[in-house]
């Protein structure tokens, strides 16, 4: 008789039944970036109608609208020339009468080592298009969760990333989560970033060329149509768990649109 306890990891309780709406910085406003907008409008006012505080969004990205973003990305012909973040920001606001905020910086330390303002919030979810950019997000959320106060104390973080057909999203807390007794399940405080987790597969996996794509044809042939879209409802999910189900038993997955194969990571 198998009496091996399923591994599983507990939502912090500041999630589930928080007093005002749970900070959230989203990290990238491209093609993935500005699908997890829309999914996290999805979600706010889904927890809302459940009697949940909801959430408030900052995100972040210092880039412009050009051609090559519409079609694959949520952007329109009229918004060429505005940052991606405010034009986003814009619309879910007047969508939904929200009051969340758009920073047309990067998320990085200035050349002063000192992190951005507004670099806390509860969940940090990071849409970014290189490696370096990941670890930078990685050393920026381990400053700042040294710097305890009661406020905006970091608890996750979900990474995004892509290559053409391929990608993995990553759920990580930032330091360990208290967990309740259970003689059903083992549970697990800590879940590792993905950088110290993956950070090998990370960098042997970037691609040399970063440059910008001048057409939306140029774009797709740096990634494929709907692997954006894809993880992103898959990736989402696994956050509307935990805010639904106070638990999850999965930390993230790999991803292959090519022949629609996906793995699932257990917690472990």
Request: glycine share 6%; hydrophobic share 35%.
């Amino acid at each position: 008789m198998n009496t091996e306890k399923t591994a599983v990891h507990f939502t912090d309780n500041d999630l589930i039944s928080p007093a005002n709406p749970i900070s959230v910085n989203l990290i990238g406003a491209g093609g993935t970036g500005s699908k997890v907008l829309t999914a996290l409008m999805e979600i706010n006012e889904s927890l809302i109608a459940l009697g949940h505080a909801g959430l408030q969004v900052r995100l972040w990205d210092d880039d412009v609208i050009t051609n090559a973003n519409l079609g694959r990305q949520r952007f329109f012909e009229c918004e060429t020339g505005l940052y991606k973040s405010v034009a986003l920001i814009n619309r879910i606001n007047r969508c939904i009468g929200s009051n969340w905020k758009a920073e047309t910086v990067k998320f990085e330390k200035d050349r002063f080592g000192r992190l951005p303002e507004k670099a806390r919030a509860v969940i940090t979810i990071s849409c970014v298009d290189n490696v370096q950019a990941r670890f930078g997000v990685a050393e920026i959320l381990k400053e700042a969760s040294y710097r305890r106060n009661y406020q905006e104390e970091p608890k996750y973080w979900l990474d995004f990333g892509n290559s053409q057909d391929t990608g993995q999203v990553l759920l990580s807390t930032i330091g360990e989560i208290k967990q309740p007794n259970s003689e059903k399940y083992q549970t697990v405080a800590s879940l590792p970033f993905v950088t110290d987790e993956y950070g090998e597969l990370l960098l042997q996996s970037e691609q040399d060329d970063n440059t910008p794509s001048c057409s939306l044809a140029e774009a797709l042939e740096k990634q494929d149509l709907f692997i954006n879209s894809s993880l992103v409802q898959m990736g989402c999910s696994l956050l509307w768990n935990l805010f639904r189900r106070g638990m999850t038993e999965y930390k993230g997955f790999f991803h292959n649109l090519k022949d629609f194969r996906t793995h699932p990571i257990k917690v472990a």
